[in-house]
Structure formats: C-alpha cells, structure tokens
C-alpha cells in the first residue's frame, strides 16, 4: 500500500479536456510539469500515445513496475492491453501500491471516460487515487474528449486544467461548468482553435496557443 505519507505536498493533479482532434496528448505532453528523464511514471495509454514500454499482459506489467519501483531508476511503463472498468481498476490499484510521499510518481490516464462507472462517485481504486494519491507523491494527469462522463470525485480533486473546444455532444449544464473552471464564457470555449486551451493553474487561468510538435 501507499507509504510515508507527506501532507505538504501540493495537488498537482491536471485535466486535459477538449474534443478528439484539438491537441490533449499534445498538451500534456509539452506541459513541463513531467520531467523529461529520470520520472517514474505509469500510463494507461491504450493506443500508444505515449513513448514508454507498452504491456498487454497483465502478468508482465505488473512484473515490470514491481522490477522498475526496486531499481530506484525513473521509467515510464504503460498499460495497453484490454481497455475496461474491472482492468482500471486494478490498475489503480497496482498505482495505490507504488505511492511512497518521499518520491513522486507519475500517473498518465489517456481517454479516462472509457473507464467511468458513471459522473457521480469514483469507483472504489479510481476514487482513492484522486483522493489520496497527493499526499503519498502521486500527480495525476488525465484526458478526456467526454468530460459529462467523468465523475464528480475526479473534478473535485483536480487541481489544474487545459481545456479547449467542447466536445459537439457536450451538454449545456457541462460546459457551462468548464467555462467555470476555465474562467471564461462558454463562447469563449467554442472560439477556441486546435491547440488553443485555457489554461487554469491555480486560480488563474489565461489562453495559451501550442505548436504542433513531434514528441
């Protein structure tokens, strides 16, 4: 389980949020905020967005995070095998048994609606980590296209945002709450381009515009 807690660390936890084809991986992947060399990270990354070493047995990713938390090495070591809610979850899980609040560990989720239950609560292992992780060195960055599927305890416990074009599909009441946390109208969401995101860190949020890069 999760050791040597450490209350003082910040929530750092990020959400990227913008319909398919406006540039989330893109963004998370020039935020800085995930060192480059020497991290240790753990993704679930189904379709290969990510550069690190992709399992899609279970039995052999579990084996392999196990070997990479005892070098005392960074890593990035991805899950892209079956894509359901009962595989997140243990995934989750298997993320909850690395925590230790005196090294950071971060935690990739590309395409988190696939594996909601529902908006409301968390399932249990998804929900102890957004709830807990923070305080035993877990950062959480999670995408989603389909932010009206993600549940409530996720948006409560995410810090920092990039978030562009609303999905077509989005409901009012959702977008309005993500100009909300964005700081800005609902039109001002939908005046935004491919690769345009507000960007909220904090409290304060301001309009950024990325190059394509090739990462």
């Known amino acids: 389980m999760a050791i040597r807690a450490n209350p003082s660390l910040p929530n750092r936890h990020t959400g990227y949020i913008a319909c398919s084809g406006y540039g989330k991986s893109q963004a ?8 480059k060399k020497g991290a240790r ?12 070493t992709h399992f899609d047995d279970w039995g052999k990713y579990v084996k ?3 070997a990479g938390m005892k070098s005392g090495q960074g890593f990035r070591l991805a899950w892209a095998g079956e894509v359901s809610q ?35 609560k968390a399932s249990q292992w998804c929900g102890q980590l957004f709830r ?21 305890t996720v948006f409560s416990q995410t810090e920092n945002y990039f978030i562009g074009y609303p999905n077509d599909t989005c409901t009012p009441s959702r977008v309005s709450e993500m100009s909300r946390i964005a700081r800005c109208t609902p039109d001002d969401l939908y ?13 304060e949020a301001t309009t950024i515009q990325l190059k394509y890069k090739k990462i």
């Open 28 to 35: 998370l992947k020039q935020n800085t905020d995930i060192p």
């Open 191 to 203: 005046r935004l381009k491919p690769l345009q995101f507000r960007r909220k860190k904090g409290r």
């Open 64 to 66: 392999a995070v196990v």
């Open 86 to 120: 009962s595989r997140f979850e243990s995934f989750c899980r298997l993320v909850w048994e690395c925590l230790d609040g005196q090294r950071l560990l971060y935690i990739i989720i590309e395409e988190l609606a696939d594996v909601q239950n529902s908006p409301g």
């Open 132 to 152: 807990r992780a923070r305080k035993y060195g877990g950062i959480i960055h999670w995408c989603s296209q389909r932010s009206e599927e993600i549940s409530k």
């Open 41 to 52: 990270v753990l993704l679930w990354d189904p379709d290969h967005d990510h550069k690190a």
